[in-house]
T-cell receptor, first 119, second 113 residues
């Protein structure tokens, strides 16, 4: 139980293009999803929190117009990196937290991550 | 002061020994605590959660929580080389828009065979 998937697992794109990453909770309904970024040998950095059906809350210093988050259903959230540049190359990881009654309501389960390389 | 503090390590233990990982947190109101394991190049995976003072055991893992001292630890018994990873301590923090996890920087564990 509590499986979270991400697609794609790896993406290489040219500078200036946009990339969309999907995060799905496969066996539970996720009222809240989180997007993290991790650079090599550094800690997880929370980018934004999204609740189903409402706008995402971005952490300080994260550009909301560059990192578009959509959480349209209880099982799917997407992160779009717009006009990607080499400095956006990183490991992007989503996590999901479930509804009351489904697993633990405050436990986050992580997806496998998406490695983005911008050339 | 960081909200969640961990010794970065690396902590080296021989195979079969007990590995002890420690974490302190600053928010006295915190109620939920988690340990995640992260292998190099992979995403974090949940090991244990703990909510009450005392010990919680799951297989070779034991989480210990002391809210008075604002301290949470993870013991790994009979350490195996496959336990070599970065261990992340996380504490739930209440925000206006909901809860979020605050992570420590992680402790690198190396188990030598």
């Amino acid at each position: 139980g509590a499986v979270v998937s991400q697609h794609p697992s790896r993406v290489i794109c040219k500078s200036g293009t946009s990339v969309k990453i999907e995060c799905r909770s496969l066996d539970f309904q996720a009222t809240t999803m989180f997007w993290y970024r991790q650079f090599p040998k550094q800690s997880l950095m929370l980018m934004a929190t999204s609740n189903e059906g409402s706008k995402a809350t971005y952490e300080q210093g994260v550009e909301k117009d560059k990192f578009l988050i959509n959480h349209a259903s209880l099982t799917l959230s997407t992160l779009t990196v717009t006009s990607a540049h080499p400095e956006d190359s990183s490991f992007y990881i989503c996590s999901a937290r479930g509804q009351p009654g489904a697993f633990s309501t405050d436990t986050q389960y992580f997806g496998p991550g998406t490695r983005l390389t911008v050339l | 002061q960081k909200e969640v503090e961990q010794n970065s390590g690396p902590l080296s233990v021989p195979e079969g020994a007990i590995a002890s990982l420690n974490c302190t947190y600053s928010d006295r109101g915190s109620q939920s605590f988690f340990w995640y394991r992260q292998y190099s190049g992979k995403s974090p995976e949940l090991i244990m959660s703990i909510y009450s003072n005392g010990d919680k055991e799951d297989g070779r893992f034991t989480a210990q929580l002391n809210k008075a001292s604002q301290y949470v630890s993870l013991l790994i018994r009979d350490s195996q080389p496959s336990d070599s990873a970065t261990y992340l301590c996380a504490v739930n923090k209440r925000m206006e828009y909901g809860n979020k996890l605050v992570f420590g920087a992680g402790t690198i564990l190396r188990v030598k065979s």
